[in-house]
């Protein structure tokens, strides 16, 4: 699971991960079917047979409310991954293998043998017999130079005498190893890696990323790039340049401990760097990942402890960490002892005897300050997230050094541009609704996007306010959630337990709105589910200052003697779904004080065509008509209305877009919506569950 990424392409978090591995290893146990041959589902080990069970499974009295006990649907949801995982490993993999011009003759071996021998130093249990490969010359000008198929799982060889070896240095010991059947020769037609590069599709291939290693994943997108090139049907697609984004990257702060009982603390401050540790690792720079570190660990220390603290801070030391980000020297439990900023990347020391992981660091103050309350016990600890702690931090070393300024001022931060155009791009919307939403935003300054789930209207909310701005600043936007237990404390300000006692913590509002009122740029603030708070009871007195002709206007705070406003250059924007049956209207009094802009299911727009073209699939094309002739018979529904359309953004996918990909959809997507919708009406749930199964067959 630590491999596979969600539908927006972010990894899953470790609690996920713990929560769906449980549920799939113990969950069928409640479920008391006799025809079942494990209730392990991880001893199930092909995807034939995991499919059966899993029909047997869904189709049990309790599976539900088994379902419902795990937890955010963590039993349903980690067998559908399970199943995605034991097809994929069915499924041929493709991999690059790559060789130095320096140590071996690359272009020649493959010009002269049809069969090669390649050593695997990752992946190899993941590599096996028949997946694809790709043969990889590195170096200037170098790229793929062949294609060709994996004859047999990694297997350990002897090194033998090679006529294309051009080095002593390469391994003389016994390796890891898989033969590879060379099929296609491109070494009078290199794909160069500059082109790869320059493609927004394969310019994050890992072996563009990280040269460090003999053999690289191909992912399937990537993958189908490649495969057009050599087949002559490539259409380029350029990249952005991702380093527009932020020129210089948002400051974090850090806990840093230089060695145990901070005994290199006085040769760091004078040296002007920062270290840690695990030296045996060699240089940090090569680990493509913070488990092939913790699997070096293992290699080197031994393998009975986990090195999850371990590998999670030599790889944020090396990788994470940045220049201008501050870090604040610890001592034992209780002394803060030094301040400084990290002034270069990371690099390996090899002429010190310890301590060899290096940064340069311009050390701004070194003494000895009580820390309140007991300090995090890890070596690193990025502290950036706890925002009261690190002001706190940096408030201590103002007053030491009689600036009560320092912090004030934030580092300028580039951003890439956001136009109207790229909006009209990213949002299925007409260039029309989008210059309404706009206006109405600038003149009421509080706007409520409502509609069916799945029309992307959070989505939506930030890159209006990116196109507002001109830019894709999110210093300037801020998004929270609102839930039935949010309250005005939360929000505003309220007390809170502290070391002692009770103090007055600000809340996410107050403080967005103190960070807007310098500055005339628009800032935007993003609530989610707003109507799922108390909203009367959330913003309390401000209720009356944020209407759009009462900004810059004061009242006296609740908790504070302080005459409080919001300012003009704030805007809001809320989201509430319409199908939400079990939440009330939002009351008349904030009914005047927001404008409302209803977004609907994009499947007859012309940028959501456009999708449709690119997808290029009949199966999908196929279930859209079906969901838009569902929508028709929803809307007309009495009971439930268009405010319970299905939206598009149900099948907006970032992954390919295959038959495994549509079942999901439709299994554990939309016929789950369905049934909820008619409840009460069983009849027409199966005849739209039949019509749906039957758009992908």
Same mark, same amino acid.
């Given at each position: 699971m630590s491999l596979q990424k969600k539908s927006n392409n972010e990894p899953y978090k470790n609690n996920t991960i713990n929560a769906y591995t449980n549920s799939i290893s113990r969950s069928s146990k409640k479920l008391d079917l006799p025809d079942i041959p494990t209730t392990d589902l991880f001893e199930i080990t092909s995807f034939e047979e995991f499919t059966t069970i899993h029909n047997r499974i869904l189709s049990a009295p309790n599976f539900r409310e088994v379902d419902l006990s795990a937890g955010n649907k963590?039993?349903?949801? /980690?067998?559908?991954?399970?199943?995605?995982? =034991?097809?994929?490993?069915? @499924?041929?993999?493709?991999?690059?293998?790559?060789?130095? !011009?320096?140590?071996?003759?690359? #272009?020649?071996?493959?010009?002269?043998l049809d069969q090669i021998t390649w050593a695997v130093n990752q992946y190899p249990k993941q590599i096996k017999e028949g997946d694809e490969a790709y043969i990889w010359l590195s170096g200037t000008g170098g790229g793929i130079i062949a294609t060709g198929t994996v004859l047999n799982d990694p297997e350990t060889r002897e090194p033998l005498d090679d006529p294309y070896r051009r080095s002593d240095q390469l391994n003389n010991e016994s390796y890891l190893a898989v033969d590879i059947k060379i099929e296609k020769k491109l070494t009078d037609e290199i794909i160069e890696r500059t082109l790869l590069l320059a493609d927004e599709r394969t310019k994050k291939m890992e072996i563009l990323g990280y040269a460090g290693a003999t053999n690289f994943r191909v992912k399937r997108e990537a993958n189908k790039v490649i495969k057009n090139i050599i087949a002559g049907k490539y259409e380029h697609i350029p990249a952005t340049d991702s380093s527009v984004e932020k020129v210089k990257e948002e400051k974090r702060y850090w806990i840093y401990a230089p060695g145990e009982g901070s005994r290199f603390w006085k040769e760091f401050y004078a040296k002007g760097i920062m270290g %840690?540790?695990? +030296? +045996?690792l060699g240089d940090l720079k090569p680990y493509a990942?913070?488990?092939?570190?913790? +699997?070096?660990?293992?290699?080197?220390?031994?393998?009975?402890?986990?090195?999850?603290?371990?590998?999670?801070?030599?790889?944020q030391f090396a990788n994470e960490m940045k220049m201008g980000d501050v870090v604040f020297v610890k001592k034992g439990l209780s002394k803060i002892i030094g301040r400084g900023i990290v002034a270069t990347d990371y690099f390996y020391d090899s002429s010190r005897g310890e301590y060899n992981n290096i940064r340069k660091v311009k050390w701004t103050h070194e003494g000895e300050w009580d820390h309140e309350g007991q300090i995090v016990l890890k070596t690193l600890t990025d502290i950036t997230p706890y925002t009261d702690y690190h002001k706190k931090l940096e408030r201590m070393f103002d007053e030491v050094s009689g600036n009560n300024n320092a912090t004030d001022e934030e580092v300028e931060i580039l951003y890439s541009e956001y136009t109207e155009k790229d909006f009209l791009s990213d949002v299925y919307i007409s260039e029309e609704k989008y210059r309404t939403?706009?206006? =109405? =935003? %600038?003149?009421?300054?509080?706007? %409520?996007?409502? /509609? $069916?789930?799945?029309?992307?209207?959070?989505? $939506?909310?930030?890159?209006?306010?990116?196109?507002?701005?001109?830019?894709?600043?999110?210093?300037?936007?801020? #998004?929270?959630?609102?839930?039935?237990?949010?309250?005005?404390?939360?929000?505003?300000?309220?007390?809170? !337990?502290?070391?002692?006692?009770?103090? %007055?913590?600000?809340?996410?509002?107050? @403080?967005?709105?103190?960070? $807007?009122?310098?500055?005339?740029? !628009?800032?935007?603030f993003i609530i989610d589910e707003i109507n799922r708070g108390n909203l009367s009871k959330i913003f309390g007195e401000l209720l009356m200052l944020i209407e759009n002709d009462k900004r810059g206007k004061e009242l006296r705070l609740l908790y504070e003697d302080e005459q409080f406003s919001v300012p003009e250059n704030v805007f809001i924007i809320g989201m509430m779904n319409t199908a939400d049956r079990s939440l009330a209207m939002i009351d008349y009094a904030l009914r005047r004080r927001f404008a409302f802009f209803e977004f609907e299911p994009a499947f007859e727009s012309l940028g959501f065509k456009e999708y449709q073209n690119e997808v290029g699939n009949e199966k999908f094309d196929s279930l859209i008509q079906t969901v838009i002739a569902m929508n028709i018979e929803i809307a007309d529904d009495a009971a439930l209305g268009s405010g319970f359309r299905i939206g598009h953004s149900y099948f907006?996918?970032?992954?390919?877009?295959? +038959?495994?990909? =549509?079942?999901?959809? #439709?299994e554990y997507e939309l016929i789950p919506l369905i049934t909820e919708y008619w409840f009460d009406e069983p009849s027409q749930i199966s005849l739209w569950s039949k019509k749906l199964r039957g758009a992908i067959q």
């Amino acid at each position: 699971m630590s491999l596979q990424k969600k539908s927006n392409n972010e990894p899953y978090k470790n609690n996920t991960i713990n929560a769906y591995t449980n549920s799939i290893s113990r969950s069928s146990k409640k479920l008391d079917l006799p025809d079942i041959p494990t209730t392990d589902l991880f001893e199930i080990t092909s995807f034939e047979e995991f499919t059966t069970i899993h029909n047997r499974i869904l189709s049990a009295p309790n599976f539900r409310e088994v379902d419902l006990s795990a937890g955010n649907k963590a039993y349903s949801n /980690g067998m559908i991954l399970y199943a995605k995982f =034991l097809k994929e490993r069915e @499924e041929p993999s493709t991999w690059i293998f790559q060789g130095n !011009p320096k140590y071996y003759d690359v #272009v020649g071996a493959v010009n002269d043998l049809d069969q090669i021998t390649w050593a695997v130093n990752q992946y190899p249990k993941q590599i096996k017999e028949g997946d694809e490969a790709y043969i990889w010359l590195s170096g200037t000008g170098g790229g793929i130079i062949a294609t060709g198929t994996v004859l047999n799982d990694p297997e350990t060889r002897e090194p033998l005498d090679d006529p294309y070896r051009r080095s002593d240095q390469l391994n003389n010991e016994s390796y890891l190893a898989v033969d590879i059947k060379i099929e296609k020769k491109l070494t009078d037609e290199i794909i160069e890696r500059t082109l790869l590069l320059a493609d927004e599709r394969t310019k994050k291939m890992e072996i563009l990323g990280y040269a460090g290693a003999t053999n690289f994943r191909v992912k399937r997108e990537a993958n189908k790039v490649i495969k057009n090139i050599i087949a002559g049907k490539y259409e380029h697609i350029p990249a952005t340049d991702s380093s527009v984004e932020k020129v210089k990257e948002e400051k974090r702060y850090w806990i840093y401990a230089p060695g145990e009982g901070s005994r290199f603390w006085k040769e760091f401050y004078a040296k002007g760097i920062m270290g %840690i540790g695990w +030296e +045996e690792l060699g240089d940090l720079k090569p680990y493509a990942t913070k488990n092939s570190m913790k +699997e070096k660990m293992k290699q080197v220390y031994g393998d009975e402890f986990s090195y999850k603290n371990a590998g999670h801070a030599t790889w944020q030391f090396a990788n994470e960490m940045k220049m201008g980000d501050v870090v604040f020297v610890k001592k034992g439990l209780s002394k803060i002892i030094g301040r400084g900023i990290v002034a270069t990347d990371y690099f390996y020391d090899s002429s010190r005897g310890e301590y060899n992981n290096i940064r340069k660091v311009k050390w701004t103050h070194e003494g000895e300050w009580d820390h309140e309350g007991q300090i995090v016990l890890k070596t690193l600890t990025d502290i950036t997230p706890y925002t009261d702690y690190h002001k706190k931090l940096e408030r201590m070393f103002d007053e030491v050094s009689g600036n009560n300024n320092a912090t004030d001022e934030e580092v300028e931060i580039l951003y890439s541009e956001y136009t109207e155009k790229d909006f009209l791009s990213d949002v299925y919307i007409s260039e029309e609704k989008y210059r309404t939403l706009k206006n =109405l =935003l %600038i003149r009421k300054k509080n706007i %409520i996007l409502l /509609g $069916a789930p799945g029309v992307g209207k959070t989505y $939506a909310a930030e890159r209006l306010a990116y196109s507002m701005m001109g830019k894709k600043d999110k210093s300037r936007v801020q #998004v929270v959630q609102f839930h039935q237990s949010y309250s005005y404390e939360d929000f505003i300000m309220g007390y809170r !337990p502290s070391e002692n006692g009770f103090s %007055i913590v600000k809340g996410p509002f107050y @403080e967005f709105c103190k960070k $807007a009122e310098p500055d005339d740029r !628009p800032y935007f603030f993003i609530i989610d589910e707003i109507n799922r708070g108390n909203l009367s009871k959330i913003f309390g007195e401000l209720l009356m200052l944020i209407e759009n002709d009462k900004r810059g206007k004061e009242l006296r705070l609740l908790y504070e003697d302080e005459q409080f406003s919001v300012p003009e250059n704030v805007f809001i924007i809320g989201m509430m779904n319409t199908a939400d049956r079990s939440l009330a209207m939002i009351d008349y009094a904030l009914r005047r004080r927001f404008a409302f802009f209803e977004f609907e299911p994009a499947f007859e727009s012309l940028g959501f065509k456009e999708y449709q073209n690119e997808v290029g699939n009949e199966k999908f094309d196929s279930l859209i008509q079906t969901v838009i002739a569902m929508n028709i018979e929803i809307a007309d529904d009495a009971a439930l209305g268009s405010g319970f359309r299905i939206g598009h953004s149900y099948f907006s996918s970032l992954t390919e877009i295959d +038959e495994h990909w =549509l079942k999901e959809v #439709v299994e554990y997507e939309l016929i789950p919506l369905i049934t909820e919708y008619w409840f009460d009406e069983p009849s027409q749930i199966s005849l739209w569950s039949k019509k749906l199964r039957g758009a992908i067959q």
